[in-house]
């Protein structure tokens, strides 16, 4: 897949160092980067789950990859002793091969249980051509700082 990234509106300081829970303002853009949909991720799909039967679209498993690479993308640098906690995945659509997308990524949550901080991320992944929603992620992160 190649990418491109897009610098949004920000909750960022505009310090260098690792995004912390602080940092992170609810309902705020992050960043966005751009993917595009290649026969080559598709090809390293099929190697891997035995399966040749998408040839010029995307697996559906393959949203979940996408919106974990623009998510680690976007929101860095982040500090070491981050756990993925959970994940959650819509599928409006399929991309095809060569179809860029467009990944947006939102700080959509964060609350603190028991001194634990736990950040909420929604990306949306939709196509640049028509800005056709394919797809959306929200993942939950205990966040290390």
Not at 14 to 42: C, H, P, Q
Not at 59 to 81: D, H, K, N
Not at 115 to 144: N, R
């Amino acid at each position: 897949m190649t990418q491109e990234n897009t610098l949004l509106k920000s909750s960022r300081t505009g310090d260098n160092g690792y995004w912390t829970y602080d940092r992170f303002v609810e309902g705020s853009a992050i960043g966005s980067t751009l993917k595009e949909l290649d026969s080559i991720t598709i090809d390293r799909w099929n190697v891997i789950y035995g399966s040749g039967r998408f040839f010029d679209h995307m697996p559906r498993g393959l949203a979940q990859v996408i919106i974990m690479s623009a998510y680690t993308e976007v929101v860095q640098p982040r500090p070491p002793g981050n756990l993925h906690l959970g994940q959650h995945v819509e599928v409006y659509g399929i991309p095809k091969v060569g179809d860029q997308m467009s990944c947006k990524v939102f700080c959509i949550g964060k609350q603190k249980k028991k001194e634990k901080c736990l950040v909420t991320f929604q990306v949306d992944v939709g196509l640049v051509s028509s800005s056709v929603t394919l797809f959306k992620g929200q993942l939950t992160v205990l966040w290390a700082r």
